[in-house]
């Protein structure tokens, strides 16, 4: 069974870094799957942050492009977020998720990145960036 379990979260001032990690129990049983990280801000919509896929194809929202890196680690079952020059819009409940459906370009598989596009769900860490 798949169970996502997030850490890392905290405050910090902008301009500084935070590293989220989600660790896997199992992963979905799917020739290509994806991983994603997504946040929530109070009175907003989940969003797609960053996602790779099982193909090594990554997605990264236009907001975190060049602060934000997803990669995985620790045999492959650890997700991470290294987030750097962090912002206070980047104040958020950080999720980490993952799923099964992809779009096939003709050679890789990219994920799809809207939050019904993942099966499987942490239960959340805050991060907090103060000004």
């Known amino acids: 069974q798949v169970q996502l379990l997030e850490s890392g979260g905290g405050s910090v001032q902008s301009g500084g870094s935070l590293r989220l990690s989600c660790d896997f129990t199992?992963?979905?049983?799917?020739?290509?799957?994806?991983m994603a990280w997504f946040r929530q801000a109070p009175g907003q919509e989940r969003e797609g942050v960053a996602a790779?896929?099982?193909?090594?194809?990554?997605y990264y929202e236009d907001s975190v492009k060049g602060r934000f890196t997803v990669s995985r680690e620790n045999a492959q079952n650890t997700l991470s977020l290294q987030m750097d020059n962090l912002k206070p819009e980047d104040t958020a409940m950080y999720y980490c998720?993952?799923?099964?459906?992809?779009?096939?370009?003709?050679?890789?598989?990219?994920?799809?990145?809207?939050?019904?596009?993942?099966?499987?769900w942490g239960q959340g860490t805050q991060v907090t960036v103060f000004s």
């Open positions: 790779l896929s099982s193909d090594g194809m990554t």
């Open positions: 199992a992963m979905p049983q799917s020739e290509y799957y994806c």
């Open positions: 998720a993952a799923g099964t459906r992809y779009y096939w370009n003709g050679s890789h598989a990219y994920c799809r990145t809207g939050p019904t596009d993942f099966d499987y």
